[in-house]
C-alpha cells in the first residue's frame, strides 16, 4: 500500500507506491558499455589536446601528458572569477552580478569510460582533485556555495562521452543548501545532535537499507527516497567538510564510492546517474548561517548518488511532490546481493 515518507534533510515528501512498480525501461540501452577507448583524436578532454580548452588550473601529474585528473575553467563559464561583486535590488527582486567559477574536471585520462570502470587510483586522484580546488576556492571570500556534481548519460544532459565533473562556486545558496543547513540546525537546537550523525545511528541499527559498509563510511538507500535506487554515502564519524577528508581516509572513500557506482552499473545495465557532494559553504563566511550556533558541530556532509532512469516509473513533480515505486529496504538488500564478478570491484 502507498504511503508518505518525509526525508528530514531536505524536507521533501515521497509517496512510496510499490504498486505501480515496473520494470525499469532498459529495452533501448546499450546491453554493454561502450569499450573503453584509449583516446580519441578529436575529443577536447583527451590528454594531448589540451590546447582545445583553457589552460590548466590543476592536474594530478606535473608531466603535462601524462595526467589523470585536469581542471580547468569552463570556456562558457555560467560564473566569473574576474570583476567584483555587485549586489543591488530590482525593483523587489535581487540581484548579483556573475562573479564565480565554474569549473571543468576531466575525470579520467581515458575516453569515453564510467566512472564504474576507470582504475581506483584514479578515483581517488579526482577526490583528491576535487578537494585541492575547493580548498583553493575557499581563498576567494566572495564565494559562498560550491557545487560538486557529476553527470553520467544522457539522462542527465551529458553532452560528451569524455566523463567530467563540474564544480560551481557561486556568492548566492542556493536554495536546497539553505534548507540543508536549516534542517541540520533546527535538529541541533533541539536535540543537541546531529541529524546526519541520528539518520547513520538509524540505518546501522534497523540495517534494512544498508548497501555497503566499510570501517570510515556507509552507503544505504534512503528512507525517503525520492528516485529508484537513490544512494547516500555519508562517513561513519562528524565532519562538516568533505575538502577536510584526511588524505589516509580517501582510499578508503574511493573503494567504497566507486563500488557503489560499479553495483549500479550491474544492476541497472550503464545507467545514466548524476552525484553531489553536500558539504559545507565556505568555512570564512559562515557567521551568516550559523544563527548562534557552530556549524561544523551541526552540518555533516554527505553524497547523494541518482540513478535516472528514462520513464522509469518515478514521477518528479515541480512542486517537490516525489512518486518512488522502489522501496528502500527492496532495493539496498537487491544491491547489496548482486552478483559481481570479482575482477569488477574496486582495484
Ligand atoms: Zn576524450
Ligand atoms: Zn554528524
Same mark, same amino acid.
Given at each position: 500500500m502507498a504511503g508518505l515518507r518525509r526525508d528530514p534533510l531536505s524536507n521533501h515528501w515521497v509517496i512510496l507506491a510499490p504498486e505501480r512498480k515496473r520494470k525499469p525501461n532498459v529495452a533501448n540501452r546499450k546491453k554493454t558499455s561502450p569499450a573503453p577507448e584509449s583516446t580519441h583524436p578529436l575529443c577536447p578532454f583527451c590528454p594531448g589536446n589540451e590546447h582545445f580548452t583553457n589552460p590548466s588550473i590543476y592536474q594530478n601529474s606535473g608531466d603535462s601528458k601524462n595526467w589523470q585528473v585536469r581542471v580547468f575553467a569552463n570556456?562558457? +563559464? /555560467? *560564473? &566569473?572569477?574576474?570583476g567584483s561583486l555587485e549586489k543591488k535590488g530590482e525593483g523587489m527582486y535581487d540581484y548579483i552580478n556573475g562573479i564565480g567559477a565554474h569549473e571543468l574536471i576531466v575525470n579520467s585520462n581515458y575516453h569515453a569510460i564510467s566512472l564504474a570502470q576507470i582504475p581506483l587510483q584514479n578515483f581517488q586522484n579526482l577526490l583528491s582533485a576535487y578537494q585541492m580546488r575547493i580548498k583553493d576556492l575557499y581563498?576567494? =571570500? &566572495? *564565494?559562498l556555495s560550491f557545487q560538486i556534481f557529476h553527470n553520467h548519460g544522457i539522462e542527465t544532459g551529458a553532452f560528451y562521452d569524455h566523463s567530467l565533473s563540474q564544480i560551481i562556486a557561486s556568492p548566492a545558496l542556493p536554495q536546497p543548501a539553505n534548507q540543508l543547513i536549516g534542517s541540520m540546525r533546527d535538529h541541533f537546537l533541539q536535540k543537541q545532535r546531529c541529524l546526519v550523525c541520528d539518520i547513520l545511528r538509524e540505518n546501522q541499527d534497523s540495517r534494512k537499507r544498508i548497501v555497503l559498509e566499510n570501517d570510515d563510511f556507509l552507503v544505504f538507500a534512503p528512507y525517503a527516497s525520492r528516485f529508484p535506487f537513490e544512494l547516500q554515502l555519508t562517513p561513519k564519524w562528524h565532519q =562538516?567538510?568533505? /575538502?577536510? *577528508? +584526511?588524505e589516509n581516509k580517501l582510499n578508503a572513500l574511493a573503494q567504497i564510492f566507486q563500488e557503489s557506482l560499479i553495483r549500479l552499473h550491474y544492476a541497472l545495465d550503464n545507467p545514466s546517474f548524476q552525484f553531489f557532494i553536500h558539504s559545507t559553504p565556505n568555512p570564512h563566511r559562515l557567521s551568516m548561517l550559523e544563527k548562534g550556533e557552530s556549524l561544523p558541530i551541526f552540518f555533516h556532509w554527505y553524497i547523494e548518488i541518482i540513478p535516472r532512469l528514462q520513464s522509469a516509473v518515478g514521477i518528479d513533480t515541480l512542486n517537490g511532490t516525489y512518486i518512488n515505486p522502489y522501496l528502500p529496504e527492496e532495493i539496498a538488500p537487491f544491491l547489496k546481493n548482486i552478483n559481481i564478478m570479482e575482477h569488477y570491484l574496486p582495484k
Open positions: 570556456k562558457v +563559464p /555560467a *560564473l &566569473r572569477i574576474e581563498n576567494d =571570500h &566572495r *564565494l =562538516h567538510d568533505f /575538502a577536510l *577528508l +584526511p
